[in-house]
């Protein structure tokens, strides 16, 4: 699969620490005007930015080796200030991250909002899938709860989602973004140790709950947003990006072929009432270039 890093996008500021103004571009071209659909990988709290460049390479790297026939992607990857130069302290503050989480959200969705308005004329749609693990799940559901029309997220795949399940059940406030993507899929472990103490107590100190279950550990809410479903009991927090099992199943649930079928099969359907129509998910390429990350 020749994949084409289109853009290496960043909202860290000069720091490298905190939240910056705009999304920049720190790898490609400086825009991504003409792209009319991508795939977005969006990584979680916690990671530096070369851990990040790190999971994100290898994670396309084991898409590529699941695939059945030569097909193409577009890929676009975000990069947002998750981490602190203490590590201690880095994995300690989830809640610092939450709020610089809902920051890179407004900044995003402005970018994609302004990459739409420039389709319009032409009579396009841009058309995003988005793969997210951990806290990018959040920003990810922010993003989409600001996103103009012009905008369509085709397919959008949950690893490990550090989101509250109350926030998107019916009538929260996140349920509409949790709905609005053509396709969900949520990837779930018991085993993550992370989403069942440090994200819930994290999520406490900022004031969004009391200990509350995040979705990404056992995959909930059931029959109410989620329209697929794939259980990666045994895995930890970190399991999902160098995952040969997580890459391959996400292939799947973004309308690649992959070469085993059972991949597919693993994803189970919740068999929602009335579930969203499923578009064929237009992501077409990685000639990656000399990716340097300070």
């Not at 200030?81 to 302290?89: C, H, S």
């Not at 999902?240 to 996400?250: L, M």
Request: charged content about 15%; hydrophobic content about 45%.
């Amino acid at each position: 699969m020749p994949v084409e890093l289109l853009s290496v996008l960043s909202c860290r500021d000069a720091s490298g620490y905190g939240l910056a103004s705009q999304v920049n571009f720190i790898v490609g071209p400086n825009n991504l005007q003409g792209e009319d659909s991508f795939l977005l990988l969006i990584h979680g709290y916690n990671d530096s930015q070369v851990f990040a460049a790190w999971a994100y390479s290898l994670f396309l790297a084991q898409m590529d080796a699941s695939l059945s026939t030569l097909q193409t992607i577009k890929v676009v990857e975000l990069h947002w200030p998750a981490d602190k130069p203490n590590v201690v302290e880095s994995a300690a503050d989830f809640a610092g991250s939450i709020t610089n989480g809902l920051g890179t959200a407004a900044l995003l969705a402005s970018f994609l909002n302004d990459l739409a308005s420039k389709l319009a004329p032409a009579g396009k749609q841009l058309q995003v899938d988005i793969v997210a693990h951990s806290l990018g799940n959040r920003i990810t559901l922010e993003t989409i709860k600001r996103l103009n029309p012009g905008v369509r997220v085709n397919s959008f795949v949950l690893m490990a989602a550090a989101v509250n399940v109350k926030d998107v059940d019916t009538g929260a406030g996140l349920h509409a973004s949790a709905v609005m993507p053509n396709r969900t899929t949520v990837f779930h472990s018991t085993s993550d140790m992370v989403l069942a103490i440090a994200a819930p107590a994290g999520e406490t100190l900022a004031g969004e709950g009391f200990f509350p279950q995040a979705v990404g550990r056992h995959g909930k809410p059931f029959h109410v947003v989620w329209q697929y479903e794939s259980s990666f009991d045994g895995f930890g927090h970190s399991d999902y990006w160098p995952g040969q099992k997580s890459a391959a199943t996400a292939a799947a649930a973004i309308g690649l072929t992959v070469q085993n079928s059972l991949v597919a099969a693993c994803i189970a359907d919740y068999k929602l009432p009335a579930p969203n129509s499923i578009a064929t998910a237009s992501i077409p390429t990685r000639q990656i270039p000399a990716q340097a990350v300070d």
